[in-house]
């Protein structure tokens, strides 16, 4: 919408199709049990720019990244390493227990906000969608195989704050944040293999934007203030 109007306000003033890009740095500190790609992607439904992956639950990973314009969400894929996708130790995964998969991390926006209305957003489960994945085929897959993305609508589970077992506390990370995985059947109850989960963020124009933004508005009330000013010319008889 608010491309839609940066441009109609820049027509009305003679100028040519001006886009409202954005200007916003987006920081992360994110890790995951036991691996994640994190993206940003100006639709829902299209995975992405890869900005940060990491591979160590233990270690927690950091980038600040420049949001190239009109990307509005963060997508991320975690893998839980089973023997289903080659990466477990000795027999595999058993049925419950035992191996959990999670996702956690904090997020900060400057020149822009989140879904939440603030500049910081952790991982919870108000402001962050998750479904459960799987790659094309049938397991065991590669360690290189990723499911195709697809738009998460699904609430995520939460498995307690930052700190609690069997993680303990990640370093930079919020201590109000979450370990996330999709919702789970309780007779199965830890061990999807993949997992994807998406928010959202709003970026705000650049100044330029701003800048013709404000001068439409002057225009149009300009305008407006001309027309309520003409006076009807007596018509003689």
């Known amino acids: 919408m608010k491309s839609y109007v940066v441009a109609a306000l820049s027509a009305a003033l003679g100028f040519g199709p001006i886009a409202a890009s954005h200007a916003a740095t987006l920081n992360m500190d994110v890790t995951a049990d036991n691996q994640f790609d994190v993206y940003v992607s100006s639709s829902d439904s299209v995975l992405g720019t890869l900005v940060l992956s990491g591979n160590a639950w233990g270690t927690t990973y950091s980038a600040s990244v420049t949001v190239p314009g009109g990307a509005d969400f963060i997508h991320v894929i975690a893998i839980n390493w089973t023997s289903d996708n080659g990466y477990s130790y000795g027999s595999g995964t058993p049925p419950s227990g035992g191996n959990p998969g999670a996702f956690i991390g904090t997020f900060s926006i400057s020149g822009g906000a989140f879904s939440n209305g603030a500049t910081a957003l952790s991982t919870d489960t108000t402001?962050?969608?998750?479904?459960?994945?799987?790659?094309?085929?049938?397991?065991?897959?590669?360690?290189?195989?990723?499911?195709?993305?697809?738009?998460?609508?699904?609430?995520?589970?939460?498995?307690?704050?930052?700190?609690?077992?069997?993680?303990?506390?990640?370093q930079s990370v919020s201590s109000s944040a979450q370990w996330l995985w999709p919702t789970q059947n309780p007779d199965y109850p830890y061990n999807y293999d993949y997992a994807e989960f998406s928010t959202t963020f709003i970026a705000a124009p650049e100044p330029a934007a701003w800048m013709m933004i404000s001068l439409g508005f002057a225009a149009l009330g300009f305008a407006a203030v001309r027309r309520s000013g003409k006076q009807a010319l007596p018509i003689e008889g």
Do not use: E, R
């Open 127 to 170: 402001h962050w969608t998750a479904n459960p994945a799987t790659p094309a085929g049938s397991p065991p897959w590669s360690p290189t195989d990723l499911p195709g993305w697809a738009a998460p609508t699904g609430a995520p589970v939460s498995y307690g704050l930052n700190g609690v077992a069997p993680w303990g506390d990640v």
